[in-house]
C-alpha cells in the first residue's frame, strides 16, 4: 500500500512538471502526416497509458494522427491532438539538473528507481494527454537510446503539441555536455 501511495506521489509530481511546462506557448506541429506512421520497437510504457499494467515493453507508433502502444493483442491509442505536452528526457533534465539527479537516489520506497528514468542513460519521452471527458493523464516512455527527439518529431507531426521547440532541443543534443 505505501508503494503504491509513493508511486502515486511521485507520478503526479511527474505530470505537474509537464504541466508547468505548458505555461510557455505551446509550439504546433508544421505538418499533420496522416500517412505512413513512424515506428519505435522495444518501448517500455513506464507508467500512465489507460488499460495497461506498469512496465510492459511494446511498440511505439506514431500514426494516422494518434499515438498508438501495442503489446501482443492489447493497443492503446492517444489521439495527437489531445496530446497537450510532449517532453523527452533532455528537456526534464534541464529542469531537474545535476544534484537533483544525485538526490533521487535516496527517495523513500523504491521511488529512486522511477527518478532514476530522468537521468541521461536511457532515453524517456512523457506526454500529457486530455481524454474525450477533458481528464488530464499522463504517460511516461523509456525508448531505446538516441529514440526520443525522433518519437518526439513523430508526435508534433501528428498534430501533438510541445513548449520546448524541437529545434531548441536538438541544439542542446548537439552540444557536449560539460563537467564540473
Do not use: W
Amino acid at each position: 500500500m505505501k508503494m503504491l501511495r509513493a508511486y502515486t506521489i511521485l507520478f503526479a509530481a511527474a505530470v505537474v512538471s509537464m504541466g508547468a511546462g505548458s505555461l510557455a506557448a505551446p509550439c504546433l506541429a508544421q505538418d499533420a502526416n496522416t500517412g505512413n506512421g513512424t515506428s519505435f520497437a522495444d518501448t517500455k510504457q513506464v507508467i500512465g497509458l489507460e488499460g495497461l499494467k506498469h512496465n510492459v515493453t511494446g511498440t511505439l507508433v506514431a500514426e494516422n494522427g494518434s499515438l498508438v502502444f501495442t503489446k501482443g493483442k492489447q493497443k492503446v491509442v492517444v489521439p495527437a491532438t489531445s496530446i497537450q505536452e510532449v517532453l523527452t528526457g533532455k528537456d526534464t533534465e534541464r529542469a531537474l539538473g545535476g544534484t537533483v539527479g544525485t538526490l533521487t537516489m535516496f527517495a523513500p520506497y523504491g521511488g529512486g528507481r522511477f527518478l532514476s528514468l530522468f537521468r541521461t542513460k536511457i532515453d524517456t519521452l512523457s506526454i500529457q494527454y486530455l481524454d474525450p471527458s477533458g481528464g488530464m493523464h499522463g504517460a511516461i516512455f523509456t525508448l531505446t537510446q538516441g529514440n526520443a527527439l525522433s518519437a518526439k518529431k513523430a508526435l508534433l507531426s501528428q498534430g501533438a503539441r510541445t513548449s520546448v521547440p524541437v529545434e531548441v532541443e536538438a541544439v542542446a543534443q548537439a552540444k557536449p555536455k560539460e563537467k564540473k
